[in-house]
């Protein structure tokens, strides 16, 4: 038959397409997908008839698929814009729309023509059912209605390796092709020996589902609700610039997926999406992490999460299964088990696969007792009865040509044993080349096995052209073109378990030569695609024995792990790095490499474990030791800044503020304004939080004046927060608590418009927690309860916690003092508890504070005064602490409100020791406060005169701010006198 369409002749006599006559060169597959649509042009032809009809029931990823039709289009001169003969049908397939004339029969010697010409007939599975499995693929589809109704559906299908889990996927992908109102997307999880790299089954999946023509704004959706990911996503992101970098890093996990679960939210409130995930054992814990979340969320959403695992394989990755698990007891997922077929389901198959010709009922019990029923294994066995004459078809009928008792001969009682005895069949050359496949991967290349084997890569691909055609043990992928111009042929594994049967014969010394020869050879590819590949090449050259590459890529991996806020990811990747680096041959080398890895996983301890880590303290120390030996007077500066803010947040402020001047001591600190500016703010924050506001508003001033805001605008440190501009934040409260307060509100409004006008979200959290801190001390409720709402909604919104938690107990207390008591003391409580998670103890004795002064208000005082008593033992070695004044006049009004006379004597010494705290401080507006309280106290106790001396007196220090409330209250005591 001769299809002719445009200038083009179909010939499937010649098995050839010509264009104007003339032939055009083309890969069999790429044939056979072109005749396949254009001989079915009355209907849409899915991808599963696809992969079915050309790889023949072989395990192949979507990739493979794409490239043939993508060769195909290019043959025609169809792009994939134009679609001017093959139509993409979304969400079922393609069609073929030219038209096509035919010319001629195809003789009935032609019939059956395979690729390789001589060849057993080729097995087509039925894409309408699969043996044994009907139940499981009916819940399935019953988990999908579910889904399309909004009900969101986690399911997991699980089996030994060859159990069917990917047919069972595949067939289930197919019953959706004529569904237009369904969208796929597909993740694969790959084995890396070490570090993977985080959510890359995610990013894979959104990518081609970005990629597929007409889904509906999904690109647009990711760009606009998951700007984290669409900077790790080609052509969705902006520019990948340095403060794209700062932006990604001042974001976190939380983020990244709260992100993500809103971003998909959003696209199956109007669309049904099933994402796909293969192969979980294999999985990074970000991608679980966010499978989790789903799974969790209640809201309607028309999305069906289907995964696959082996369960031994997952078992050995205790958190990843732990996680799994528990979603399935708390029945938040389904888990649908794959087992062996029973021996009616072993009968269908051999049914389904002869035509439902004869065959003695002895044949299905030889076969179901030798395999037992495992899929694979069964599948193998019969083929190879075929191949050796056991079964053959006369006159279209499958007849048995052998004596019962020798089917199962030489047929090993395990699969992987049955494939070792394949091995051993091979010719010695097709041996060698699968083996050194096996090193390389699920896929290869005929230039990585050529590298190899130092053999030419014209000889490797003919072998593996040929070995293709057999259809045992590999398929053609197409052909892959790589950054530095070199074109190779692309092969995948049939099967998974023939990689890794092949791969456990290689002998250990042999097999670390091959990774070592492949890593190069990758690294020379990809060239400066590289970084695109870092787990990739981390592998190979971690196990090809070559550290110092290992760990230059393990640390370029645990980067881009830092980049998608995954720590978990990028310390795997450090510690195994930190292992390597013994092996390392120079000394030096040695010291420099552990210094900046431990400087890394310091960094990425915090992220994961909070400030409260004691690794990473242990990390730090360690660099701090090596950067000193080996004179790094930079890494020393970076060391020391990382433990100061350590040690700040975690509320231990004379450790932070020696390190910092430690850090001043520095030679190389004088010529860099940036590094000047981060050590000044740092003193500022922990000098104000130990009460010491002149030396706090000095050092703010300091790091003010070197903050240039065109220069260091789009720099940060790790967090994310600018410096420069929570100088002014620092100044801002030392100001206030010193009295000045219209000077004050200035540099607070400056700060919050430098905050507005960076692009560093976590520098705008900070500026609205602060500015509510701000109005707190001012009691001024409205305008804490405002910017607390803020931070609260940003800190939701980007994932930073402590900003959270800082919300609820700042709008807690303003709830309380505008009389909203009950849901306010909630909110303070909810808020101190997140802060205690995050490790963030800085301002716990605040926060206790403000609970304080909520008990006075709800007249709990016996509660407020356990509180109290707890905030002054967390600052007992910091009498000064910048709320220590405020404990001890809390303290004394909780006394006074429980008019316990035994305890009254006490009242007068807490008002006292207020009044004594802030004068030292030199904080005028606290020392106000001390004294109306003081002063209220004496008056009900008759001593007036002593009362007005004492607020005139500190009164006389305020010279604006005539709207103060603390002056406001004076003036009404002074008045009641």
């Known amino acids: 038959m001769i299809y002719a369409f445009e200038n083009f002749e179909l010939d499937t006599r010649l098995y050839e397409l010509r264009q104007d006559g003339q032939p055009c060169r083309m890969e069999p597959q790429v044939f056979d997908m072109l005749l396949y649509i254009v001989e079915n042009r009355d209907r849409v032809v899915t991808k599963n008839d696809l992969f079915d009809h050309i790889w023949k029931n072989r395990v192949v990823t979507d990739s493979a698929l794409t490239s043939r039709l993508k060769a195909v289009r290019a043959i025609l001169g169809d792009g994939g814009r134009e679609q001017r003969l093959i139509k993409t049908v979304h969400g079922r397939g393609f069609r073929f729309v030219g038209d096509v004339t035919e010319q001629g029969e195809v ?246 696969r002869f035509n439902h010709a004869k065959l003695p009922p002895e044949v299905r019990n030889a076969l179901y007792q030798r395999t037992g029923g495992h899929p694979l294994f069964t599948r193998n066995v019969v083929e190879q009865w075929v191949a050796d004459g056991a079964l053959v078809n006369q006159d279209g009928t499958w007849q048995l040509s052998a004596n019962l008792e020798e089917l199962a001969q030489g047929v090993p009682d395990s699969l992987k044993l049955f494939i070792r005895q394949f091995i051993e069949e091979l010719e010695a050359e097709d041996r060698l080349i699968l083996e050194a496949a096996a090193v390389r991967g699920g896929e290869f290349t005929t230039a990585e096995v050529a590298a190899v084997l130092g053999q030419s890569e014209e000889d490797i691909e003919l072998l593996c052209s040929t070995l293709a055609d057999q259809g045992r043990w590999i398929h053609s992928l197409g052909v892959e073109e790589w950054s530095n111009g070199q074109i190779s042929s692309r092969f995948a594994f049939a099967h998974d378990l023939y990689q890794e049967v092949l791969y456990e014969l290689v002998p250990p010394g042999q097999r670390i030569r091959i990774h070592r020869t492949i890593g190069s050879q990758l690294e020379s590819v990809y060239g400066t695609k590289a970084i695109d590949n870092v787990a990739e090449l981390a592998n190979h050259f971690v196990q090809g024995r070559v550290p110092e590459k290992a760990v230059e890529y393990l640390r370029k991996s645990a980067n881009t792990s830092l980049d998608r806020n995954a720590p978990r990811e990028a310390i795997t990747a450090l510690q195994k790095a930190l292992d390597l680096v013994p092996g390392l041959k120079d000394e030096t080398v040695r010291a420099h490499e552990e210094l900046d890895l431990q400087l890394m996983l310091a960094t990425s301890l915090i992220a994961l474990e909070g400030v409260g880590s004691k690794s990473a303290e242990q990390s730090y120390e360690r660099a701090w030791t090596l950067s000193d030996l080996l004179g790094e007077e930079s890494k020393t500066q970076a060391v020391l800044y990382g433990m100061g803010a350590m040690y700040e947040v975690r509320g231990d402020f004379n450790r932070s503020q020696s390190l910092m001047k430690e850090r001043l001591k520095l030679p190389s600190l004088e010529e860099d304004n940036l590094l000047q500016v981060e050590t000044h703010e740092l003193l500022a924050c922990s000098l104000f939080h130990q009460g010491q506001f002149d030396l706090s508003l000095e050092h703010a001033k300091e790091g003010m004046s070197r903050f240039n805001t065109n220069r260091h605008s789009v720099i940060a440190p790790a967090y994310g927060e600018n410096p420069g501009i929570s100088c002014s934040f620092w100044a801002a409260l030392d100001l206030l608590l010193k009295g000045s307060v219209t000077e004050a509100s200035e540099l607070l409004q400056q700060g919050i418009k430098l905050s507005q006008h960076s692009d560093q979200q976590y520098t705008l959290a900070t500026a609205y927690s602060q500015a509510a801190t701000f109005h707190q001390i001012m009691r001024d409720v409205e305008g804490t309860l405002k910017w607390a709402e803020l931070a609260r909604e940003n800190g939701t919104q980007q994932g930073y916690q402590l900003r959270v938690a800082m919300g609820f107990v700042l709008m807690g207390w303003a709830q309380v003092m505008a009389g909203d008591i009950n849901p306010g003391i909630a909110n303070l409580r909810k808020g101190i508890e997140a802060a205690q998670i995050t490790g963030a103890c800085m301002d716990r004795a605040y926060f206790l504070g403000l609970l304080a002064e909520a008990c006075v208000a709800a007249s709990q005082y016996d509660e407020g005064l356990r509180v109290v008593d707890e905030a002054l033992a967390d600052t007992e070695d910091r009498a000064l602490f910048f709320f220590a004044s405020e404990l001890h006049r809390l303290r004394g009004k909780l006394l006074l409100g429980t008019k316990d006379k035994k305890t009254l004597n006490q009242v007068e010494p807490c008002f006292r020791q207020a009044l004594a705290v802030a004068h030292k401080q030199g904080a005028k507006l606290l020392e106000l406060r001390a004294t109306t309280s003081l002063a209220s106290f004496l008056r009900d106790r008759g001593d007036n005169n002593e009362a007005s001396a004492l607020v005139q007196s500190v009164m006389t220090g305020f010279v604006d701010a005539d709207d103060n409330p603390d002056l406001r209250e004076a003036r009404e005591l002074i008045g009641s006198l």
């Open 107 to 352: 003789s009935p010697q032609d019939q059956g023509r395979v690729d390789s010409g001589i060849q057993v007939e080729p097995y087509r599975p039925p894409t309408s059912a699969l043996p044994g499995r009907e139940e499981q693929q009916s819940e399935l589809l019953s988990k999908l209605a579910l889904a399309k109704a909004g009900t969101r559906q986690i399911v997991f299908i699980t089996g030994d390796a060859g159990l069917g889990k990917t047919t069972m996927l595949r067939s289930f992908t197919a019953a959706l092709a004529q569904d237009e109102s369904v969208y796929i997307a597909h993740g694969q999880c790959l084995e890396h020996h070490g570090s993977g790299e985080a959510y890359m089954p995610i990013l894979e999946a959104l990518a081609r589902l970005c990629r597929e023509e007409n889904t509906p704004a999904i690109a647009e959706i990711v760009s606009q609700r998951a700007p984290t990911w669409a900077q790790q996503m080609p052509g969705l992101g902006q520019d990948d610039n340095v403060p794209g970098q700062t932006q990604r890093r001042g974001s976190n996990q939380d983020r990244m997926l709260r992100e993500m679960v809103e971003a998909l939210e959003v696209f199956t409130s109007q669309h049904t999406l099933v994402l796909v995930l293969e192969d979980i054992h294999w999985s990074d814990p970000s991608t679980i992490d966010l499978v989790v979340r789903l799974a969790m969320r209640t809201d309607e959403a028309q999305l069906m999460v289907v995964a696959t695992f082996r369960p031994a394989n997952l078992k050995s990755r205790q958190s990843l299964y732990s996680a799994v698990k528990t979603l399935i007891v708390r029945e938040h997922s389904r888990e649908i088990v794959l087992s062996d077929l029973d021996e009616a389901s072993v009968g269908q198959f051999l049914n389904d």
